[in-house]
């Protein structure tokens, strides 16, 4: 079966028009970050999990009603065996009605997926890297092997990918590496984002000490950088702005203490094909049993569906009075 092509843009009871799909092909990692994942984590039983005809047919109906955007995600998507068949497939699409197919991976398998990535039609990636210190990645992530995440990050731009760093600002633990990586990363040609931690699923660590507003890290780094607001956007919620000492570019990701929600054109499928309408909220709707039970007309109408229960907003609070996580998932079901 093949989706439909109804050609009508999925437009929310808000008037945003969706153009940005999120794919996580796994909730399997090798890493287990300490703002993501717990140390022992239970995964799906790979039953449950959408095979790859099942993500394209879902990735073709979105695509055929005017989604533009595609990201892979995970987890860690490189992980997932097999899954170079699946970027094959949907890069095919960029030629039909897609106009961007990118990945966010932690990198460890970046070396050997480089250049199959960009024979595939992927020209940009995000890679998550939180500090260059071998000692303190090994702490973050629970697991180490730094130098296999910056051989991978080389060998993407070899084989002509351009490469962004995605860096969760950690207070009291990688806060006083962000100039440094500004600089590492803008020395290699590469943009910089910085991210706020989420109060996503319990992980063991205590989010309220470790929380850094990066309203609060822009002020700091004004003092230092000349930092000027630029028009450019890559599709996600990032907001960006020139770098004129290092000549580079600089995100801020602020889902705490900014939402960007009145601007979201962006949804998630999970590997079991739960199409969640915002990362904050758990309004949800079953792509893979629309599929399988209704086929292209199951699935158009399931989208129909989606649109009308998207939510405004997220509302995370993260303090000593609600140190609990906003959603009970963990940030590597939904994809990062």
């Known amino acids: 079966m093949t989706a439909p ?4 843009p999925l437009i929310d009871g808000f008037g945003r028009r969706i153009s940005y799909l999120r794919i996580s092909v796994t909730d399997r990692c090798d890493f287990r970050c300490v703002y993501c994942m717990a140390e022992d984590m239970t995964f799906l039983p790979k039953k449950e999990v959408l095979d790859f005809e099942e993500i394209e047919a879902i990735a073709g109906a979105f695509i055929a009603r005017g989604t533009t955007r595609i990201r892979l995600t995970g987890g860690e998507p490189l992980v997932r065996r097999d899954i170079m068949r699946l970027v094959e497939t949907l890069g095919q699409r960029l030629s039909n009605g897609l106009e961007e197919l990118t990945l966010t991976t932690n990198g460890s398998q970046l070396a050997k997926h480089a250049t199959g990535l960009a024979a595939a039609g992927v020209r940009r990636i995000n890679v998550s890297l939180d500090t260059l210190d071998a000692d303190r990645f090994t702490a973050i992530t629970r697991r ?9 990050i080389e060998a993407a731009q070899a084989a002509g990918l351009a490469v962004k760093i995605n860096m969760v600002a950690m207070r009291g633990v990688n806060d006083d590496e962000i100039e440094p990586m500004l600089h590492w990363a803008h020395g290699r040609g590469m943009g910089l984002t910085l991210i706020e931690g989420m109060p996503l699923g319990e992980v063991g660590i205590d989010r309220v000490d470790s ?16 930092l000027t607001p630029t028009t450019k956007r890559t599709g996600g919620p990032a907001r960006y702005v020139h770098v004129a000492e290092t000549g580079g570019t600089l995100g801020f990701i602020t889902p705490m203490s900014h939402n960007f929600c009145e601007s979201c054109n962006r949804v998630r499928l999970t590997a079991t094909g739960q199409l969640y309408l915002c990362l904050g909220q758990d309004d949800q709707v079953n792509l893979r049993d629309a599929w399988r039970e209704g086929g292209p007309e199951g699935l158009d109408a399931a989208l129909d569906h989606a649109m009308r229960i998207k939510p405004k907003g997220h509302d995370f609070v993260l303090d000593r009075t609600r140190p609990a996580p906003a959603v009970a998932r963990h940030m590597s079901v939904t994809g990062g």
């Open 144 to 152: 180490g092997r730094l130098a296999d995440v910056l051989a991978g």
């Open 211 to 226: 929380y850094l507003p990066l309203r609060e890290l822009h002020q700091n780094l004004s003092r230092r950088f000349t």
């Open 5 to 8: 092509a109804p050609h009508r």
